[in-house]
């Protein structure tokens, strides 16, 4: 939250903060970013944090309660960027026609469906033939 509101380097923009490896002494914390944009603009951005770590470790030492406060160390998180890599190679890779052949089997599968659907007579008016018995009742009325 300190980096989004506390910040006012204008190069400090779009970052989400994935994760935070600390060490087991609690004196180092490696701070995982990603930013959306180009590599120019996550270099700004990690340049603009890399020079706000040590207002935002006061931030942090406020916060906690311990001996020692963890030195930040801001690391660009690549994950998101090759997640969205890999799925344009397959999509490239991938032929069109497996779409539409995607589409047609969602067809199929909606009409087959449609004739496992018992018609609805809830309305009263429709009696079933089949439940009428051919014999006369012993009822006395």
Do not use: C, W
Not at 49 to 58: D, E, H, I, M, V
């Amino acid at each position: 939250m300190a980096i989004l509101t506390d910040l006012k380097d204008p190069r400090v923009k779009d970052v989400t903060v994935t994760y935070v490896e600390v060490s087991a002494d609690m004196r180092q914390a490696k701070v995982h970013v990603s930013v959306m944009g180009d590599e120019t603009k996550q270099q700004l951005s990690l340049r603009g944090l890399q020079n706000a770590a040590g207002f935002l470790q006061s931030k942090v030492a406020k916060r906690i309660d311990t001996r020692y406060t963890p030195r930040l160390a801001f690391v660009l998180d690549l994950g998101v960027k090759r997640s969205i890599e890999i799925s344009q190679i397959l999509q490239s890779v991938l032929p069109p026609a497996h779409a539409e052949h995607h589409d047609q089997l969602a067809d199929d599968q909606d009409l087959d469906h449609d004739e496992e659907q018992p018609e609805d007579d809830s309305d009263g008016d429709v009696m079933d033939t089949d439940a009428i018995d051919d014999e006369p009742s012993n009822d006395s009325r």
